[in-house]
């Protein structure tokens, strides 16, 4: 029987618990508040911030909103974050990607003091990483390390295969999956055979960004498939970068889409803005 891992089940387990912490840190008088910014009006922004709004106040951190013309000044941005960084309430600080295109998305990464950087992008954060020192963990890989986790699966001496190599995600999921101890084996666009490497993944993440791109042929008999990708497919309809219902019967366990990867992303990122009122 294929395992279904219920990432829409794991992220509330996840965010319950982070709601114990934060109701008791508010017995010793202490807010959590994170700072989202949004520059323009795009609606699939607007989609993922207004889920971002509604988990804080699920778990009771308070969100405080920054709305941004889409021609405002990369200066005035920037002034923006400097003063998150000096205010003494913020604990975290999300401006949501992507910028309009005069806007220099890495300079503002950069500019986001590590210390309140809860998506993990800052290069200070991905460094720690790397090194096994203390930051923040981007929130998707760090949700799927999750999701694994939590549904028993051992990474620990797997063959674990990564494609894609993204900073949001195929890197920062492979070091994740180094760190518990996998093999691990990246591939993007220039890698030969494919299918000739994720067929040895006993647990295979896909962030290729394109729908249903992993096929059966793609995948070991009895594999982990954890799927990053989201799109709308012809008929509208939600689905992944692994096309579910060809490799469904084939792998021993496998992420929907919707409610696999997606809300572990939101759930993550509210552990980091816990961490971050706990740490500093
Ligand atoms: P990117 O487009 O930044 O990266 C895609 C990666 O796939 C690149 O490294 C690229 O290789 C590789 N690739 C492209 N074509 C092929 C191919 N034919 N064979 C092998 N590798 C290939 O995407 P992201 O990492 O940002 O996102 C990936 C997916 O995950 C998207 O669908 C996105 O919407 C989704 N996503 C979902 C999130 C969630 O919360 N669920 C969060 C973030 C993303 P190369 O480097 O050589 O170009």
């Not at 405080?64 to 913020?90: A, C, F, H, R």
């Not at 096994?132 to 063959?159: D, H, M, N, W, Y």
């Amino acid at each position: 029987m294929t395992q279904i891992i219920d990432g829409k089940i794991i992220s509330k387990q996840i965010k319950d618990e982070l709601k114990q912490t934060v109701d008791k840190l508010k017995t010793e008088n202490k807010e959590i508040t994170l700072a989202v910014i949004q520059v323009g009006n795009d609606p699939a922004s607007s989609v993922y911030v207004n889920n971002k709004k509604k988990a804080c106040a699920y778990i009771g951190i308070n969100s405080l909103s920054y709305e941004l013309e889409e021609k405002v000044k990369e200066t005035e941005l920037l002034e923006l974050i400097y003063d998150l960084n000096d205010n003494p309430i913020v604990n975290g600080i999300l401006v949501q990607l992507p910028l309009p295109s005069h806007i220099n998305e890495d300079k503002i990464i950069n500019a986001i003091t590590p210390m309140k950087d809860v998506d993990g992008f800052h290069p200070q954060n991905v460094g720690a990483m790397c090194i096994g020192g203390q930051g923040f963990v981007s929130c998707t890989p760090a949700g799927v390390i999750q999701l694994l986790k939590r549904s028993q699966i051992e990474i620990a001496g797997k063959e674990c295969v990564v494609v894609g190599r993204s900073n949001i995600v195929g890197k920062p999921m492979s070091l994740l999956l180094l760190k518990e101890n996998g093999t691990v084996t990246i591939a993007h666009s220039k890698t030969k055979d494919l299918k000739e490497v994720t067929k040895r993944a006993d647990i295979l993440v896909v962030a290729v960004g394109k729908p249903k791109f992993i096929t059966n042929e793609y995948v070991k008999e009895g594999a982990v498939v954890i799927d990053v990708g989201i799109h709308r497919d012809d008929n509208n309809k939600l689905c992944g970068d692994v096309d579910y219902e060809a490799v469904y019967n084939k792998v021993s366990a496998i992420t929907p889409v919707p409610g696999g990867v997606g809300p572990m992303t939101i759930a993550m990122l509210m552990n980091n803005c816990v961490v971050s009122a706990l740490n500093f």
